[in-house]
């Protein structure tokens, strides 16, 4: 089947993911053997003394394609499933001929078996952060001041694609939350991926420090922010319904300075 996918960044950027082939077998599929019409027609005749059908193979099958050196018989096998599963899926897909050229059989694959490929490919990845106020030269911020916090780059939707004869499974990915958090600040969960501090702006995505990090090791505090990831998937393009949440985490360090004032008189 083919995987492939799409995305947008913080920035509103576009950008693709690779398509990939990947293999993996269905739950019920078609298997070619080792046979050609005329080897088919001669086993089946030593077995008996004479050519028969039986099971899945008609006396009419083998007799079509007797005189065939060329191309193979397809059979079909399940794995995984119930007997009367098996049974409908040999019944609706019968053993078929391929000469060399022609397409080998495929048969419908089940919506789930393309989810799940498109689900295993779709990576979410950590989150990049920045913060302001950043202090020239070390980046510190200060202590009991809002502390801006916000995804600074990567993607905020992607949509991963499976597609395998002629149906396609998408699942869609958005980032619906960030949360930040730290020892010495209280927790914030914030909707969508936070604002890029701007003159004018205002957001609720941020953090007061209470403490400085001056006597933390390497003299910063320890941040974690958590990327909460809403999961639908489509089928042939019909919205079927959500999956689990995913979430993923970074932690990152923030030096936390304290300004000291003076009154003289």
Excluded at 111 to 137: I, M, T
Excluded at 251 to 263: D, I, K, S
Aim: glycine share 10%; aromatic share 12%.
């Amino acid at each position: 089947m083919n995987v492939w996918g799409s995305g947008t960044t913080a920035g509103e950027d576009g950008y693709e993911i690779p398509g990939n082939t990947v293999w993996s077998r269905p739950p019920c599929y078609y298997f070619e053997l080792p046979h050609s019409g005329a080897e088919a027609y001669a086993q089946r005749s030593s077995f008996t003394g004479g050519p028969t059908g039986g099971g899945k193979w008609t006396l009419e099958m083998l007799e079509e394609y007797k005189d065939e050196d060329e191309g193979n018989w397809w059979d079909t096998g399940c794995a995984g499933v119930s007997l009367d599963e098996a049974i409908e899926f040999t019944e609706n897909n019968p053993v078929t001929y391929v000469f060399p050229g022609d397409p080998i059989p495929v048969p419908d694959i089940p919506p789930e078996f393309l989810l799940e490929a498109a689900h295993d490919a779709l990576e979410l990845p950590a989150p990049e952060v920045s913060w302001n106020p950043q202090r020239q030269g070390d980046g510190a911020t200060l202590v009991n001041m809002p502390t801006w916090f916000w995804l600074d780059d990567g993607p905020v939707d992607l949509e991963v694609h499976a597609e395998a004869a002629g149906n396609r499974a998408t699942v869609d990915a958005v980032l619906s939350e960030m949360g930040f958090s730290a020892a010495t600040a209280e927790s914030v969960v914030c909707d969508g991926f936070g604002i890029a501090w701007a003159p004018g702006a205002t957001s609720d995505c941020f953090l007061e420090f209470r403490r400085s990090s001056a006597n933390q090791p390497g003299q910063t505090t320890r941040v974690q922010a958590q990327s909460h990831w809403s999961v639908e998937w489509f089928f042939n393009d019909e919205l079927q319904g959500p999956l689990d949440p995913q979430t993923t985490q970074q932690e990152f360090l923030v030096p936390v300075a304290e300004v000291q004032a003076r009154v003289t008189g």
